[in-house]
């Protein structure tokens, strides 16, 4: 049952993810949505087992009666994309992924949603509970319907964007061996926007870094690129394209700061942001919108972001779901062109980043503990800070929608259970170096005494 986590579906392939289980995963998933007559809209990322799980995946579908539209290798947001139209006179009923995202190459795993919303949580632990418990037997049956998605998503993509035509601003691309360049190379030749792109053919090995835009290391060589040709801005996607950094020579721009602004182009906006985001984007945004904290997870601020009609939503790691002009899904592809509206209309990203409220954090640390016992833990740590601990800074407010985030007078601090694997993230902030040193120290040493 480890493989079915809060948002996906996700192993390592032929071991957990092997033709038995993937075969009767098609096949209860095809079931729960009514089988006979059914459509489901299926890509895959650039991991060299892709086509196979493709494979054992339709065969499960088409043992329960559901037809299968084939997009082939694409983005994750392309799979999105398509449940949204009609394909050869039908429109899926559900759409999958298969993706490993930014884990190692041995790893794979499935989104999935269902009438364009996400399929999460209990609804993946029941199929879970579902699929071990199977005992039908499949045969192999790969037949399958081609559609044209990936083209039909880079017409739509350019006819919306259509204004950035002939931009002139230098700009580079790291693609990293993932699947970004299917859609992103075209649209940018159609623009006649002329970039350079790193890394840009899709390998599943992963040869030349690791495809998370997260981690600092991995945007070495698009600094070293952005330095060599004078490249004003850069752009790094993770393996499936759902998740995006942008830098400028001097700074690297989180997905918090990327929704301050983008939100000053948007009519009273109204953002959804996560609990790891920075206080001076909920600020910030308040000034001139409505900013909205709620729990971190895609499958979550999707939800969010239809329940409360806001205009976009972001976590810290480069997920940027827009609502505005689009269909509510995190889309690396698009957030780069919404980026380059901001660039094409004079947007100083350095100067703008450097007027806002000065504030030290830390990246994610992350505390290794077990699946059982890390929201015990997060339970008991909120217990105690109901009580008063001279050791601690003064608490002026606990937010517990996701974990526990402490607000103290000078910053914050957030202890949240990872919904996808054994460990506690924590992240801090706080108006100078010393709060946050003061913060961390006190906070974690608090969370040891949970443990």
């Not at 940018?188 to 997260?214: C, M, Q, V, W, Y």
Request: aromatic share 10%; charged share 30%; with cysteine.
């Amino acid at each position: 049952m480890s493989i079915y986590r809060e948002y996906d579906i996700r192993g390592v392939f032929d071991q957990e993810l092997n033709v038995d289980r993937i075969k009767k995963l098609g096949f209860v998933l095809g079931k729960a949505v009514g089988g006979a007559g059914r459509i489901a809209a299926v890509g895959y990322d650039a991991r060299t087992h892709s086509p196979k799980l493709f494979e054992w995946l339709t065969s499960g579908f088409n043992h329960a009666g559901v037809k299968t539209l084939k997009i082939g290798m694409c983005p994750t947001p392309v799979t999105y994309f398509a449940g949204f139209f009609e394909f050869n006179g039908v429109k899926p009923d559900l759409s999958v992924m298969i993706t490993g995202s930014h884990n190692p190459p041995e790893y794979n795993g499935f989104k999935i949603t269902i009438a364009n919303a996400p399929f999460f949580g209990e609804q993946i632990y029941a199929l879970g509970r579902k699929i071990e418990t199977c005992d039908e037997e499949i045969a192999d049956d790969f037949s399958a319907i081609e559609i044209d998605a990936i083209d039909r998503y880079i017409a739509y993509l350019c006819e919306q964007f259509k204004d950035l035509k002939g931009l002139k601003t230098p700009l580079v691309f790291d693609i990293g061996n993932g699947v970004a360049a299917i859609a992103l190379k075209a649209i940018l030749r159609n623009l006649d926007i002329d970039a350079k792109l790193l890394f840009e053919e899709p390998d599943g090995t992963f040869p030349n870094h690791h495809p998370d835009p997260s981690e600092e290391k991995n945007l070495e060589p698009l600094k070293r690129e952005m330095k060599k040709s004078a490249q004003k801005y850069g752009f790094a996607f993770d393996g499936d394209a759902d998740r995006i950094a942008m830098l400028s020579g001097k700074y690297n721009f989180k997905g918090d700061v990327l929704a301050i602004f983008l939100a000053k182009k948007i009519k009273n906006p109204i953002v959804v942001g996560e609990v790891k985001c920075s206080q001076a984007m909920y600020d910030e945004i308040n000034k001139f919108g409505k900013a909205i904290m709620y729990k971190t997870g895609h499958s979550n601020l999707k939800v969010k972001i239809k329940e409360t009609n806001a205009s976009f939503a972001a976590e810290v790691s480069g997920h940027l779901f827009f609502n505005d002009r689009y269909f509510g899904y995190d889309d690396a592809v698009y957030a780069a062109l919404r980026l380059l509206e901001l660039v094409k209309d004079g947007f100083d990203f350095d100067r703008e980043f450097e007027k806002l409220p000065k504030v030290y954090s830390t990246d994610e640390i992350k505390v290794k503990t077990t699946e059982e016992e890390k929201f015990n833990i997060i339970d008991r740590l909120k217990a105690a800070l109901k009580h008063t601990d001279e050791s601690l800074p003064k608490i002026k407010d606990i937010i517990d929608i996701d974990g526990v985030r402490v607000i103290f007078e000078n910053g914050w601090g957030l202890v949240r259970a990872s919904n996808t694997t054994p460990v506690l993230v924590t992240r801090f902030e706080a108006n100078n170096p010393d709060d946050l040193k003061t913060i961390q120290t006190s906070l974690m040493a608090a969370l040891e005494k949970c443990k």
